[in-house]
């Protein structure tokens, strides 16, 4: 009977070395780099050795995928995502979490998506959480009055709003808009000095949609002016005095 001896070769068969202990005819074999096996046969006679074919094992690289980390889209957006963006191993095949087979994938619901990258056996695996900010709401902005007396100050309060809250203030009939400083809270304290109308912008997120609420206007009341009856007059006996009032700038008085 033949003796088998296994042997390999790390520079494309211009060297052969024997494998320890590598004498049945199946061998596992894991090597790190390109390597050829062969099997060489011998008796314990006179007869020359007979060397089998030459098997190249090539060692495939595990695909690297990368998603990139998890994020948080606006409300409406979508993203693309890439399992190889790079192009970098052809002949790939592609399995998402979703059941899709290709290399990009368009998403715009928030969840949790996966995919694997299969190299001729070899898999890469990689997962994102998308997820997406919530849709602000405007609400409603009220006050107990409308208007105000020149100097005085009344409160505004915003209900069923959802987000970040700025209030803002125009005083030409609503064409500008200019924020309030320190206004981002649901109730705001204000002491106009002219006419002003009153709004309050919600976001969640700068670079995403806003919503606006209602528009309250309130009307500034300018206090009478004092009326003037005259410089003081001293009287005779009977004597009538005739007073000529002169009449506020403005308001009653």
Do not use: H, K, M
């Not at 969640?204 to 007059?233: E, H, L």
Request: charged content about 10%.
């Amino acid at each position: 009977s033949a003796n088998v001896q296994l042997e390999y070769s790390t520079n494309n068969g211009v060297t052969w070395n024997p494998i320890p202990a590598a004498t049945s005819p199946t061998l596992n074999v894991g090597p790190v780099v390109e390597t050829q096996y062969r099997a060489v046969l011998t008796t314990s006679g006179t007869c020359p050795s007979v060397i089998s074919n030459a098997q190249p094992v090539t060692l495939v690289d595990l695909p690297i995928v990368s998603l990139g980390p998890d994020t948080t889209l606006c409300p409406g957006d979508s993203i693309v995502l890439t399992a190889d963006p790079g192009g970098l191993y052809p002949g790939a095949t592609f399995l998402w979490s979703t059941g899709a087979t290709t290399n990009g994938l368009n998403v715009n619901v928030a969840n949790t998506y996966s995919v694997e990258v299969d190299t001729l056996g070899c898999i890469g695996r990689d997962t994102i959480l998308v997820d997406f900010f919530q849709v602000p709401v405007g609400g409603v902005v009220s006050s107990n009055i409308d208007s105000v007396c020149l100097g005085d100050s009344l409160n505004l309060n915003l209900s069923g709003s959802s987000g970040n809250i700025q209030w803002e203030a125009s005083t030409n009939g609503g064409v500008n808009w200019a924020a309030i400083p320190l206004g981002t809270t649901p109730s705001l304290d204000v002491a106009p000095v002219s006419t002003t109308d009153y709004r309050a912008i919600l976001t969640f997120v700068a670079a995403c949609q806003s919503d606006t609420s209602n528009t309250i206007r309130i009307q500034v009341v300018q206090p009478p002016s004092p009326a003037q009856a005259g410089p003081d007059q001293s009287l005779c006996g009977n004597t009538i005095a005739f007073l000529a009032a002169t009449p506020p700038l403005v308001g009653i008085g």
